[in-house]
């Protein structure tokens, strides 16, 4: 099994203080507890604001009410969405950002200003992650220890979920910490899975240092599991805080000016770099436009380099993907990695009000891609979750889901929580195993030797408890291995009488 977009080494990376309320007023009094019970803090991290209560069209929340509860420290207040935050006056002070900062690229990470031009203290996406390696480096032993406990925690969890090679798809910034762990873990021969790690790009200027990065990183972690052959590149945010790059405005903002980190010709550019180093890329795509915009780039590097173009490129995440481009995926051989545990039945979901129901009804199309013969490759990328962390991490659980479109039934909402449309998007159990074994090695250039039960292949083995196409489809989630075999060796569970 093979987790194509995973961030176990961001397990235990932050650390947040948690904070709620019901209401704006009653959010805000928690921040000043928080603060009042934390005065030694030099930084009010918290957690996590939610989204409809703040998020409508172009306005989001503003320094101001954090200003008027907290004035002398810096607050970073994380949305629940984790890609956009809100600041105190004091933290735009300390990151150094004020009014004549240039967005690292408008539309998409940026400062949000009001209408007179004042920063409101709403950060989105690579705007803010800049910031977290210089703010929030480990700055004590315990702090280190924590995420080195959880981070070999999670990996355990994986890998007795039956996972032997994962893609890691970043680690905003904390990449030396994260690596030289995983390094030391390698050499003692106690890194449980081949882990695929990787440089990303979420600001348009890191696309500079991504194969330096990358190079370095070989030189000082790679070892015999820990390798680094593809970048990663944001090129667009999240719906939620409306940095989607979008064929189409949002409903609810007409101020949206859709953008993409890096235009079809300077993506272009880069894929002939990475043409020349034989790197691959993988890229979050969100919007319809992102999706374009990356088939754009992958089509005129193919122009140039005809047979000689190494570099296979991933899509991950698709919410939308604009029909006339669902064809160019599979002819231009790209691969479409989905998280499928996120594709369940939300209720109240910001996204239906920004996005609209026609496009609502018509997100996530796994399946289409998938008889269309397109590679489409299956994920985790979990590494939040505090308790549910463990089952976000199953295989399983989004096999379930992808075969569904619904959640767990003991996580329903109302007594029939339907199916997410569209229902013909429903994968079957052969192509969500296809997904997670095959092509998620074909997706790591390890065809030839993981993804499936082939003379001369590595013997990565999994033995399930419980035959999946026997089980009742609303329990697949509950299943577990009793043994993984990784190289022909038992390293869970153990093999049956
Ligand atoms: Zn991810």
């Given at each position: 099994m093979i987790d194509a977009h995973a961030h176990p080494g961001y397990v235990g990376v932050e650390e947040f203080g948690k904070v709620e309320g019901d209401t704006k007023e009653n959010l805000l009094a928690a921040v000043k507890e928080y603060a009042d019970e934390h005065p030694d803090d030099e930084w009010l991290r918290l957690c996590c604001w939610p989204t409809a209560m703040f998020v409508h069209g172009n306005k989001g929340p503003n320094k101001k009410e954090l200003d008027a509860?907290?004035?002398?420290?810096?607050?970073?207040?994380v949305s629940e969405a984790w890609h956009d935050s809100w600041l105190n006056s004091r933290a735009l002070e300390v990151i150094g950002v004020d009014k004549n900062t240039p967005d690292p690229r408008p539309g998409l990470a940026t400062y949000?200003?009001?209408?007179?031009?004042?920063?409101?203290?709403?950060i989105k996406e690579g705007a803010g992650w800049q910031h977290f390696i210089d703010q929030f480096g480990f700055a004590d032993e315990a702090h280190k220890q924590s995420h080195e406990d959880k981070m070999k925690a999670a990996l355990q969890?994986?890998?007795?979920?039956?996972?032997?090679?994962l893609y890691d798809a970043g680690n905003f910034g904390f990449e030396d910490q994260v690596y030289s762990l995983l390094a030391e873990l390698d050499i003692e021969g106690r890194l449980p899975v081949r882990y695929e790690g990787t440089y990303q790009i979420y600001t348009p200027d890191r696309i500079h240092?991504?194969?330096?990065e990358m190079k370095r990183y070989r030189k000082e972690y790679a070892g015999q599991r820990l390798q680094f052959n593809t970048v990663?590149?944001?090129?667009?945010?999240i719906n939620e805080d409306h940095s989607g790059g979008m064929l189409k405005p949002y409903m609810d903002d007409?101020?949206?000016?859709?953008?993409?980190?890096?235009?079809a010709e300077e993506l272009r550019d880069f894929l002939m770099e990475l043409n020349k180093e034989k790197m691959d890329l993988h890229v979050h795509t969100i919007g319809d436009l992102a999706v374009r915009t990356v088939l754009d780039a992958v089509e005129a590097a193919q122009a140039i380099a005809?047979?000689?173009?190494?570099?296979?490129?991933?899509?991950a995440h698709l919410e939308l993907i604009d029909p006339s481009d669902l064809p160019r995926i599979k002819e231009l051989g790209v691969i479409c990695n989905f998280t499928p545990w996120w594709l369940g039945v939300n209720h109240d979901d910001v996204v239906e009000v920004s996005l609209g129901e026609e496009r609502y009804a018509n997100m996530y199309k796994p399946k289409s891609l998938f008889d269309m013969g397109a590679t489409v490759t299956f994920s985790s990328d979990e590494w939040w979750g505090g308790d549910l962390l463990r089952t976000y991490l199953s295989p399983y659980l989004g096999m379930q889901v992808g075969h569904t479109r619904q959640y767990p039934k003991e996580w329903w909402e109302t007594e029939d929580d339907g199916i997410r449309p569209p229902d013909n998007e429903r994968l079957s159990l052969e192509q969500l195993i296809e997904g997670y074994t095959r092509n998620g090695a074909y997706q790591l250039r390890k065809?030839?030797?993981?993804?499936?039960?082939?003379?001369?292949?590595?013997?990565?083995?999994?033995?399930?408890?419980?035959?999946?196409?026997?089980?009742?489809r609303y329990e697949i989630w509950k299943v577990k291995p009793s043994t993984v075999m990784m190289e022909g060796e038992v390293i869970q569970g153990s093999l049956p009488e």
């Open positions: 509860v907290v004035p002398d420290r810096p607050v970073w207040f949000v200003v009001d209408d007179e031009g004042e920063l409101t203290g709403w969890i994986l890998s007795a979920n039956g996972i032997t090679t240092e991504a194969i330096p990663k590149l944001f090129m667009d945010g007409a101020s949206y000016v859709a953008n993409t980190m890096l235009s005809k047979d000689d173009f190494y570099p296979r490129v991933t899509i065809e030839n030797k993981i993804g499936s039960i082939e003379v001369g292949k590595l013997a990565d083995l999994v033995v399930l408890e419980k035959n999946l196409f026997e089980v009742d």
